[in-house]
T-cell receptor, first 110, second 115 residues
């Protein structure tokens, strides 16, 4: 079993749609959780950290369920510019080492 | 977030040669890392670059193949030695800012093609 698993997609959605990505992780001792966004041929960029209480940043909402070892990202009112690969990232308990999921590709179409 | 630059941005190299990639940060950072992203894949951690001591390598990566230097808190190099086509990849450095959080920020990457 992979340490961080994501549905690779692609998710093809129309502009304005709401789309949700899920991610599961295997290390129950994981401490920190993140969603990164990676555009084609670019480096990953931090989208948001994920907190146990859930957090929202504009159209983006992230939630963490520690009991189920499950992380989600919800994007509302999708824009064309949201098209990218979304990486679920987990930080274990050993010195800031990040483990990346395989990424979920999102394509927003007009 | 820190501003991170990498040199070269891309290179095409011959089999058997070595390439050294530089990572420069605009501020002092405690933690620096080197990752590899092979075509169509996600990122894999190669090693943690430790200032003043040997790098800490992840399983599957060894110092002879990927020697790393970290002479100070703003700079690190990764060398890909005795390259083969399987080393064709994007190599990225990342840092943890010293502001207290544990978010990592990535450099723009070095796209390496080995012929």
């Amino acid at each position: 079993r992979k340490e961080v698993e994501q549905d690779p997609g692609p998710f093809n959605v129309p502009e304005g749609a709401t789309v949700a990505f899920n991610c599961t992780y295997s290390n129950s001792a994981s401490q920190s959780f993140f969603w990164y966004r990676q555009d084609c041929r670019k480096e990953p960029k931090l989208l948001m950290s994920v907190y146990s209480s859930g957090n929202e940043d504009g159209r983006f909402t992230a939630q963490l369920n520690r009991a189920s070892q499950y992380i989600s990202l919800l994007i509302r009112d999708s824009k064309l510019s949201d098209s990218a690969t979304y990486l679920c990232v987990v930080n274990g308990n050993a010195g800031n080492m990040l483990t990346f999921g395989g990424g979920t590709r999102l394509m927003v179409k007009p | 977030s820190a501003v991170i630059s990498q040199k070269p941005s891309r290179d095409i190299c011959q089999r058997g040669t070595s390439l050294t990639i530089q990572c420069q940060v605009d501020s002092q950072v405690t933690m620096m890392f080197w990752y590899r992203q092979q075509p169509g894949q996600s990122l894999t951690l190669i090693a943690t670059a430790n200032q003043g001591s040997e790098a800490t390598y992840e399983s599957g990566f060894v110092i002879d193949k990927f020697p790393i230097s970290r002479p100070n808190l703003t700079f690190s190099t990764l060398t890909v030695s005795n390259m083969s086509p399987e080393d064709s990849s994007i190599y990225l450095c990342s840092v943890v800012a010293t502001s207290g959080g544990d978010e990592q920020f990535f450099g723009p990457g070095t796209r390496l093609t080995v012929l």
